[in-house]
Nanobody, 123 residues
Framework: VQLQASGGGLVQTGDSLRLSCAAS????????MAWFRQAPGKEREFVAA????????YYGGSVKGRFTISRDGAKNTLFLQMNSLRPFDTAVYYC?????????????????WGQGTLVTVSS
């Protein structure tokens, strides 16, 4: 599976942004998929994930209630809707997929990574 993330940019505090992750070489609905982020000098952090088939979604504590993960099976694309953005959300955002059974909770659970898209939130 190849993953191509897009949609990052420079926004202001309180703004919204939607990230996209286009998949090729595999069908999105068959994989557990997730978003991670990595700020400068920090470790890669779990943001949100959905199970294979997209039936269940779950979020990291810092984004719960502000971010929403979703899929479009027809477009074979994963999305991350980000609302009420804050400066601490500034990071490179990566989409990820797992090619085995089970869920994604951490970096070691991931089999495929997208290239990352930069989100910068100014104060």
């Amino acid at each position: 599976v190849q993953l191509q993330a897009s949609g990052g940019g420079l926004v202001q505090t309180g703004d919204s942004l939607r990230l996209s992750c286009a998949a090729s070489g595999g069908t999105v609905r068959n994989y557990a998929m997730a978003w991670f982020r990595q700020a400068p000098g920090k470790e890669r952090e779990f943001v949100a994930a959905s199970t294979g088939g997209g039936s269940n979604s779950y979020y990291g504590g810092s984004v719960k209630g502000r971010f929403t993960i979703s899929r479009d099976g027809a477009k074979n694309t994963l999305f991350l809707q980000m609302n009420s953005l804050r400066p601490f959300d500034t990071a490179v955002y990566y989409c990820a997929a797992r090619g085995r059974t089970g869920r994604i909770y951490q970096v070691d659970d991931v089999d495929y990574w997208g290239q990352g898209t930069l989100v910068t939130v100014s104060s």
